[in-house]
């Protein structure tokens, strides 16, 4: 066990549950992924919009954050927005201003609206971001993407929002059938509200009493933890977020969670099941604080 001030790593439960991930594989996990409803809202901007769909979901992704409504609501907006405005969005070389107006629209993303407006305006004098409207820029080089991004930003290139970008850019090179990457394994778990609970819930991390969620410590300590997975069952920490949000997220309806990864690969009964439990051990027992 490796402490990090109030929160420390558990080693041995991080490896069990990368031991049952390498049983499912990381083919079982991509079909999972097409199964998240993020996935699904960039499949139908792909279909609307095309090409421009990888870019303009991961500059979104860019400002999903603090939202108003649960993340499935504010995605299948977007989707709806994009497609409603496909016409004007095929004749855009950098969709960022555009994407100003659906925020200013939006009824799920009302909170911190004038620094997220700003942050799209940054990005849209940014230069680097333009030759991602070619996906093979973004697919010969995930890291060097959430470089060009983090320095669009004046960010870490590790924080949740640049890495997030980096998930959806992948999503929509998926959505669109242009290619089917792996992600490179240097790249971190992004670490939201949900993916620390399952963290928790899972005892990949023990908690020493209330901690603030939001510290920078916290969430890097809970990095380290799902690399320690990602590294036992040969799947990349970007790989894992979807099984961590579609299938750590359903502990309160296991039965849901069993339905979709049956889907996924029917064969594997007895792995989803013991996958399910493990995310799921210790439930929601120990204390923390969100803010």
């Known amino acids: 066990m490796v402490a990090i001030g109030s929160i420390a790593i558990v080693r041995q439960r991080a490896e069990l549950l990368g031991a049952i991930l390498r049983e499912l594989g990381l083919e079982v996990v991509k079909k999972i992924e097409e199964h998240d409803p993020q996935f699904r809202a960039v499949t139908r901007v792909c279909r609307c919009v095309g090409g421009l769909a990888p870019l303009l979901s991961s500059l979104n992704a860019l400002v999903s954050y603090m939202l108003n409504c649960r993340g499935e609501e504010y995605w299948h907006e977007y989707a709806q927005w994009a497609c409603e405005h496909a016409e004007v969005l095929r004749g855009e070389e950098l969709p960022a201003p555009l994407l100003v107006?659906?925020?200013?629209s939006s009824r799920c993303n009302r909170r911190l609206l004038n620094a997220k407006i700003r942050r799209l305006k940054q990005l849209a004098s940014c230069n680097e971001l333009a030759k991602y409207l070619d996906y093979r820029a973004f697919t010969k080089n995930p890291v060097r993407f959430a470089a060009d991004m983090a320095k669009c930003l004046r960010s870490r290139v590790y924080s949740k929002t640049v890495l997030f970008s980096v998930k959806m850019y992948y999503y929509g090179v998926r959505a669109c059938r242009y290619a089917d990457p792996v992600l490179p394994a240097s790249l971190p778990i992004p670490v939201d509200s949900r993916v620390f609970r399952v963290a928790v819930a899972s005892g990949i991390v023990r908690l020493?009493?209330?901690i603030d969620f939001g510290a920078y410590g916290v969430r890097v300590a809970v990095q380290r933890a799902w690399n320690i997975v990602a590294s036992m069952s040969s799947i990349p920490p970007l790989h894992l977020d979807a099984v961590i949000w579609l299938v750590g997220g359903g502990c309160s309806a296991v039965g849901?969670?069993?339905?979709l990864l049956?889907?996924?690969?029917?064969e594997k009964e007895s792995v989803h099941k013991r996958l399910i439990e493990e995310l799921c051990r210790y439930g929601a027992e120990q204390s923390y604080s969100s803010r």
């Open 101 to 104: 107006d659906f925020l200013r």
């Open 262 to 266: 049956m889907q996924a690969a029917p």
């Open 256 to 259: 849901d969670a069993l339905n």
């Open 208 to 210: 020493r009493g209330e």
